[in-house]
């Protein structure tokens, strides 16, 4: 198959950039706190009513505030990028589903297993990353260049 | 102070995710659309967050706590299970029909965006019928 780069919408330097400050993230987690930054398990944990323990909730809802406050924060100093959304209602929920039934099942998602995982040398981590964006390759082919 | 710095944690990993173009779907997609136009960007995501995570870890890897005494979690298996797999690629094809994933979908949902909100709550749903279809919750 013959790979057409879109030049106009590669960011290498704001992705490399961005992405160090994940690793950063991640770094400051697991020194400060001993956990992995892997947004599905601190979600996933954060739900998991009557299992865990409140010291084991509090990290889990911070974090998750400073995550989920971070446009706000952005738009102290840049205008925030936009969102460009285009899947429907229906594609929404059916997406919204597979991935936390899918993460939970395979035990984490890009954060946990792509960055963290892989940062760490697992091998697990390593399965687990090529067969999401292999499956992410194969249905991002049906649904765009088949249906 | 641990959770003062937890929460900064929780800042710059979503500060890097927006300056990364990751909390845009269709920058996403662009990744994973190989056929149509392709944008390697994600590539540079994962290289510049494992470089930075790789040097967390290593610092961590004697050590049995965590500078303020708290025990360090890290996933100690290494069997390759069918759930291993099966989920991933589930996940995987629930990443490809939206450009979400939970970090950036959080993010989104924070902007103000509805359909990030439909997306959690749908993610959410997700989440505990596996917990009580299959009774793992491995919480630590």
């Known amino acids: ?27 400051i987690l697991v ?13 996933g944990g954060l739900l998991g009513v009557g299992r865990s323990a409140m010291p084991h909730r509090l990290w889990r809802g911070v974090f998750l505030i400073g995550l989920i406050g971070s446009s706000f924060i952005y738009q102290f100093f840049a205008p925030l990028p936009q969102s460009d959304i285009s899947a429907s209602l229906g594609t929404l929920i059916v997406s919204g589903l597979l991935v936390g039934f899918g993460t939970r099942m395979g035990s984490g998602c890009t954060s946990g297993h792509g960055i963290c995982g892989l940062s760490r040398l697992s091998i697990r981590s390593l399965i687990a990353t090529i067969s999401f964006i292999f499956s992410g390759f194969v249905i991002c082919y049906l649904v765009r260049h088949t249906i | 102070m641990k959770n003062i710095i937890t929460l900064l944690a929780g800042l710059f990993f979503g500060l890097g995710l927006i ?38 870890f290593k610092f961590v890897q004697n050590k049995s706590q965590a500078i303020f005494g708290e025990s360090i979690h890290l996933p100690g298996r290494s069997e390759i299970s069918k759930e291993l797999v099966i989920g991933s690629l589930l996940f995987g094809a629930g990443w490809a029909l939206a450009g979400f994933c939970p970090g950036p979908a959080l993010v989104a949902l924070g902007a103000g965006y509805k359909e990030a909100f439909i997306f959690v709550i749908a993610m959410i749903v997700g989440m505990c ?12």
């Open chain 1, 31 to 43: 020194i400060v706190r001993g956990r992995i930054a892997g947004i599905s398990g601190i979600l």
């Open chain 2, 19 to 56: 300056i990364s173009g990751m909390t845009n779907p269709a920058k996403v997609i662009g990744f994973l659309d190989i056929a149509g136009l392709w944008d390697p960007s994600l590539i540079f995501v994962m290289i510049g967050g494992i470089a930075v995570a790789f040097v967390g």
């Open chain 2, 129 to 140: 019928i596996h917990d009580n279809l299959f009774k793992t919750c491995r919480i630590k």
């Open chain 1, 1 to 27: 198959m013959h790979l057409t780069i879109y030049w106009q919408n590669f960011t290498p330097v704001l992705s490399l950039l961005g992405g160090m400050l994940i690793g950063l993230a991640a770094a």
